[in-house]
């Protein structure tokens, strides 16, 4: 992960923390050490396509999802929100099953409950070059 170009950052440090731990955790393609960060009936949706709902579901969309790349790795640009919910500004860099490197702009939008797990994502990203 990479934070050298992080412009805003509107987390307190604790949340910030918890947040890169969270971000790592997609980075290493981790299901397991991810799946840690969700609440039970967490919701995950990616552009327009239908959420997907409970933890169990989205560590078994993403075991498989993970699989149609080679690697990923954040580029955080900005964070505004507060603790409870926030919306990343990102560059993710890929690495294609191919070996070619693409890099695709990204936002996601992450609400936490009281327990500091995350109860809904939503991201944003034209995912067409990464599969071209």
Request: glycine letters at 4%; proline letters at 2%; hydrophobic letters at 40%.
């Amino acid at each position: 992960m990479r934070t050298n170009q992080l412009r805003i950052n509107q987390l307190s440090s604790e949340t910030y923390n918890w947040y890169l731990g969270y971000l790592e955790a997609v980075d290493s393609g981790d299901v397991q050490a991810y799946s840690n960060f969700l609440a039970e009936d967490c919701v995950m949706q990616s552009n327009n396509n239908l959420p997907v709902q409970g933890k169990a579901a989205i560590a078994q969309f993403l075991a498989e999802y993970w699989k149609s790349f080679a690697s990923l790795e954040h580029d955080l640009l900005n964070i505004y929100g507060s603790d409870w919910a926030f919306v990343l500004e990102a560059l993710n860099h890929y690495k294609r099953n191919d070996g070619k490197s693409v890099t695709l702009r990204a936002v996601a939008f992450t609400d936490r409950n009281q327990a500091g797990l995350v109860t809904s994502v939503r991201f944003y990203t034209d995912v067409a070059p990464l599969f071209a």
